[in-house]
């Protein structure tokens, strides 16, 4: 996950798909990796995919703002190429259902046998991450429905602090490690809401069926932490779970939020082939050139070329310079399935607050800014509020766009309030655009890795699965 402050979210959007591969059993000195079953390539795994907010101890007006921020000091700089190797992809594909409301949430089997672990799906973080518990008192003890139990499993081993992850050559190490009085490799993780995950580095499986498992990933073993879900991990760094399992495509459908309180519809999560891949409409992901450094830019982002906003059917007068990055990375546009909400940089939101104002400037809530970063709220009729805005349309390259509809431009706050769901990005203390989850409703988002592209297909997404 991309790290910029205690106020930033950190998640960006990752797809995969698992190509026909050998089966194979590697060995090394920590741990002993299971074999994998050869697929055909256009197979899919699908997952079901559950609401839940974010922290049970954070108010609300705070977790919306990201699925996870941390407050770690390390830059966005990567060296991809330290530690270990992973050296083949894996030949399974994936799919499961979920629902939405300030994060996308989705169950999968891990360890063996297999425990059901709820997971954040989160692009814009690298290492993934469990909650765990060892109160079992034997291995015939049923599994926890909640956290994981590493004395359930067979497959589960934990890295000493002499493995090269615990021993980081660079200063802005993705991942902080340090060694316990265990002699085990320990990370820790601070989030925006105050949330705080650490425990150790450990190996384990995630077991998709009796035939089908990866061999044991990296995941972090949380054993400090008031979340009682996960984070899978999904950007670009080499330890996150597309990565490590060399996963060239994944996708997930984002089912339209019915409002507060109320029960959300299932969508759709891929990994692998995508049955509906035909009607998507790709854009290519950005990158640096081979050595560029840039402060504000996060290289394992999943940056897209965002080049206009419309509302209504005006063209905002924003120019594309400030949805790219600039000298020192500042106005990069990625797109994150682990925030919320949309941020955009202060020349661009500036152009859409003027826009809002003058169209229904009248039913503006003096003076009221939710969860600190939005600030175009209102109180009265939403749907009559957003019949005077109107449509939304964010453009990107080679014409593909994402239409945001004036019944969903608005999301309930509760007690009546109804705020655009776009805030500064200033807010967070980043310098970049992030599209978040609010404005991937009813769309497919693919991330194909292998082609470096991303893909939008619209969709009932409550159908999806």
């Known amino acids: 996950m991309a790290s910029f402050s205690p106020l930033f979210f950190l998640s960006l959007i990752f797809f995969f798909s698992f190509h026909n591969l050998s089966s194979a059993a590697h060995k090394n000195h920590h741990s002993k990796l299971t074999k994998a079953t050869v697929l055909d390539h256009s197979f899919s795994l699908s997952f079901p995919l559950t609401s839940a907010p974010l922290s049970k101890h954070a108010s609300s007006e705070t977790s919306f703002l990201s699925s996870l921020a941390s407050s770690s000091t390390s830059t966005k700089k990567r060296n991809r190429n330290a530690g270990e190797k992973v050296e083949q992809p894996l030949p399974y594909d994936y799919k499961s259902s979920f ?11 891990i360890g063996t046998p297999p425990q ?72 820790s993780y601070f989030y925006a809401d105050g949330t705080l995950a650490e425990g150790n580095l450990v190996r384990e499986k995630f077991a998709f069926s009796s035939s089908q498992s990866t061999p044991p990933l ?29 996963l ?11 409002g507060q309180g109320n029960l959300m519809p299932a969508g759709g999560f891929y990994l692998g082939q995508n049955p509906n891949s035909n009607t998507f409409q790709y854009i290519d992901l950005l990158t640096l050139p081979d050595g560029q450094r840039m402060p504000n830019f996060d290289p394992l982002a999943y940056t897209i ?29 990625m797109i994150d399935s682990g925030t919320q909400y949309t941020f955009l940089v202060e020349e661009a939101y500036n152009k859409v607050r003027e826009e809002v104002v003058r169209l229904a400037g009248p039913k503006l809530k003096k003076g009221y800014v939710y969860g600190g970063s939005l600030d175009m709220c209102f109180d009265g009729n939403p749907v009559e509020i957003g019949q005077l805005i109107g449509d939304m349309v964010l453009e990107f390259e080679k014409g593909v766009e994402i239409f945001v509809n004036k019944e969903r431009i608005m999301d309930d706050m509760g007690n009546g309030v109804h705020c655009l769901g776009i805030g500064r990005s200033q807010s967070l203390g980043v310098a970049s655009n992030i599209i978040g ?5 009813n769309l497919w988002v693919e991330f194909d890795l292998a082609n470096r592209r991303v893909g939008f297909g619209k969709a009932d997404c409550s159908k999806s699965v």
């Open 99 to 109: 629902k939405y409301s300030m994060a996308l949430i989705v169950s999968l089997p």
């Open 116 to 187: 059901s672990q709820q997971m954040v799906l989160d692009t814009g973080s690298q290492l993934s991450w469990i909650q765990c518990n060892n109160k079992s008192p034997s291995p015939r003890t049923a599994p926890p429905t909640t956290t994981f139990d590493p004395s359930l499993s067979s497959s589960f081993s934990v890295l000493p602090c002499t493995h090269p992850m615990c021993k980081p050559r660079i200063p802005d190490y993705s991942v902080p490690t340090s060694c316990d009085q265990k002699q085990l490799c320990h990370y």
């Open 218 to 246: 990296v995941l972090g073993c949380a054993a400090d932490s008031k979340e009682d879900k996960g984070i899978l991990g999904m950007n670009q760094g080499r330890l996150s779970f597309a990565s490590q399992t060399k």
């Open 248 to 258: 060239q495509k994944f996708s997930y459908c984002v089912p339209v939020r019915q």
């Open 305 to 333: 070329g965002l080049v206009g906003i419309r509302i209504g059917t005006k063209k905002l007068n924003i120019s594309e310079s400030v949805f790219r990055p600039d000298a020192g990375g500042s106005g990069q546009t």
């Open 437 to 441: 989850n609010f404005h991937q409703q």
